[in-house]
Every structure is written in C-alpha cells, then in structure tokens.
C-alpha cells in the first residue's frame, strides 16, 4: 500500500506540458501506424505476420518450459530472420516504396477513408448467376472470380480496371467472342466487377482432370492461392462450375449455385444499411444508363 501511496503521489507531482509540436509528432506518428495498419490489411502480409506471431509463441512456449536444445536452435535461427523476413515480404515491400515514390500513398488514404463499399447484396448474386446460365447456354467461356477476405489487388493489376457496376448485361457483354474484354478473368469487388482480362495463377494439381483446361486450372489456382471463390462456364460443354479452396464443384446446378453465393456475404438485417446499400445501387444504375 506504501508503495502505491508513493507511486500516486510522484505522478500528481510530475507535470505534464503538450506543445504544438507533441501534437504534431503524435498526429504523425497516428498516421504511420494507420498507414502500416493498411498496407498489412490490402495485401497478404496479414497471414505471414499470422505465421510470425505463431513461431513467436512457440518460441515463448520453449523458453518458458526451459528446453534448452530447442531454445538453442531457435536462437541461432534468429540471426537469420530478419534476411529470411525481407525475402519473404520483398514483394510487398517492394509495391509500397514504389506506392510512395509515385506519391499515391496520400490518394490511397484518401480512397480508405471516403470507401463506401457496402458488399455483396443479394441483386448481385441473381444478375451473377442469371449472367452465368446464359453464358452457359449460349457456349460462352467466362471465368468470374470473386473476392472474399484475401485482397486480389495483385491480379487486379494484371488486368484492364473497369470498376463497374456488376450487372448480368455487362458480364455477358464482356465474355462475348472478339470483344476486347473476353480473354481472362473478371474479379468481383463486392457489387462491381473490379476488372477484366485478369491473369491467373494456373494449378499444378496433378489430380485435376486431363479434360479441363487452362481456365479451370486457373480457377482452381487462384482457389489455392486465395479464399476466393471462382465461377467457371466451360466453351466446350455448357457446364458451369466452382472453384474454392483448391476443389473443383463440376457441373453445379442454378439453385446450388444460388445458394453458395447467397451463403458468402452475412447481410445485416437493418433498416439503415439496406438503405445504404439500395442508395448506392441506384446511384450506379443511373450512372450506367
């Protein structure tokens, strides 16, 4: 209690002066931490720090246990982390010096703050699998790829943006033969259609069939590579298929693909967000038309 005592009493002893320039140091230093905070979320360096804190408790785990020939071994280890580190998120680190050497790092904190992407809704799943069935019939190839919690801006890149309203009319008049758009993949952002003509990583799954070919290798690479989900109509046969989690749906019906996209988004069942939402639908609709 004595010690207590003391301990309030040095601290209503001791003031505390805040300048100008405290303030602004804390602002800065506010927006740095913001900024990494992004980076981490929009990019896949999320689930390698994921991986780093889970060596880092195994490693608490062996200290505290006193295992000494582990304990050893992890430390040697450690002086080689940090170069093992930068090899690791050199793609990363890489894409954010150029970010800031082209000055974007300001637009893109800008683009986080005014976001108002209120998700999947439930007119997007009917004109996606309305646009799938008819592309179906109609012997169309298409590769629709949709986005859940890992970014895809990096495959993004690799395509043409469109950020577009998804409708059932654009995704038919994208995958139609000789357009410039058809050749790729498309990537669906919540309501839009992110881009077109979109490369993806191919498989090397040897259990996939031999009759499959680079679009559903595609499809279930990039299934691998991410949690997205894939929708794919074969040119061949009419079939429409899915990709998730590096297994291929073949040949799934209207009703079940329904149900598989309605199961991807949680909807909040509240007034103001289906407000929101319907706001903003009919504010892209009147900019389409």
């Not at 002066?17 to 913001?34: C, F, N, W």
Request: glycine fraction near 6%.
């Amino acid at each position: 209690m004595d010690a207590l005592q003391q301990l309030f009493q040095k601290l209503q002893s001791t003031r505390f002066s805040i300048g100008v320039t405290d303030v602004i140091e804390m602002l800065i230093i506010a927006y740095l931490i913001y900024r990494i905070l992004v980076w981490v979320k929009n990019t896949r360096t999320w689930f390698l720090i994921k991986g780093v804190a889970v060596l880092g408790a195994f490693y608490i785990i062996v200290r505290v246990l006193h295992f000494n020939t582990l304990l050893y071994i992890i430390n040697k280890a450690l002086d080689i982390l940090l170069i093992a580190l930068i090899v690791v998120f050199q793609p990363e680190l890489r894409k954010a010096l150029e970010q800031l050497g082209h000055g974007s790092i300001f637009s893109l904190f800008r683009n986080s703050i005014l976001s108002d992407n209120y998700g999947f809704d439930s007119q997007t799943v009917k004109e996606l699998v309305d646009a799938s069935y008819e592309l179906a019939d109609a012997r169309t190839g298409a590769l629709i790829v949709i986005e859940k919690n890992v970014p895809l801006e990096d495959y993004i890149n690799t395509g043409i943006k469109v950020d577009a309203l998804l409708t059932n009319q654009l995704l038919i008049n994208i995958f139609e033969h000789n357009t410039p758009l058809h050749d790729g993949a498309v990537i669906v952002r919540g309501n839009r259609v992110a881009a077109a003509t979109c490369y993806l990583p191919l498989s090397s799954n040897s259990n996939i069939s031999k009759a499959f070919g680079t679009r559903h290798r595609a499809a279930v690479g990039i299934s691998e590579a991410t949690d997205s989900l894939t929708i794919v109509v074969s040119e061949e046969t009419g079939r429409v298929s899915l990709a998730e989690g590096g297994v291929l749906r073949e040949d799934i019906g209207r009703e079940e693909l329904f149900k598989v996209l309605s199961s991807l988004y949680s909807v909040e069942d509240n007034s103001r967000w289906k407000k929101l939402k319907l706001r903003r639908r009919n504010k892209d609709e009147e900019a389409a038309s």
